[in-house]
């Protein structure tokens, strides 16, 4: 018979015994996530937060002694991993919006769709030819 316990006390170092490390695992991916993030955008200064929460719940036994009257028996208690990221933005583009609900832009001037390049250029009659927008169904791969 092993004198060894499976029951510990609940601190921070036994979360890596609760339920294979779950908890732990979590934890430590959600800071991963936010030191990846400021190693990819460093100029961004809003904060990156990771909260690591207990929620706690009492479970509720009738005193056998005092009738009416409840002790806990127990908790149950859940861990809420939550990580907070800047979100992501890009500049802002300029859309065109066909007679079809459709949106479409322009491959070489993002910021303008109807600004014409020099790609627009006809060489045999040097007009401006913008063509009909691609569909991606249309695009050979």
Do not use: W
Request: proline share 5%; hydrophobic share 35%; aromatic share 8%.
């Amino acid at each position: 018979m092993s004198s060894r316990s499976s029951l510990f006390f609940l601190e921070l170092s036994t979360l890596e015994k609760l339920d294979n490390g779950k908890a732990a695992i979590a934890f430590r991916r959600a800071v991963e996530d936010c030191v990846r993030d400021c190693a990819d955008r460093p100029t961004e200064k809003r904060a990156r937060k990771v909260t690591f929460e207990l929620i706690m719940t009492p479970v509720p036994v009738e005193d056998a002694q005092f009738e009416g009257t409840f002790r806990a028996d127990g908790v149950t208690g859940e861990f809420k991993i939550k990580s907070a990221i800047p979100n992501r933005q890009t500049r802002p583009y300029s859309f065109g919006l066909d007679r079809n609900g459709r949106l479409y832009f322009s491959e070489t001037s993002p910021t303008n769709v109807n600004q014409s390049t020099f790609d627009d250029v006809d060489p045999e009659t040097g007009l401006v030819d913008r063509g009909h927008v691609q569909d991606v169904h249309d695009v050979e791969k």
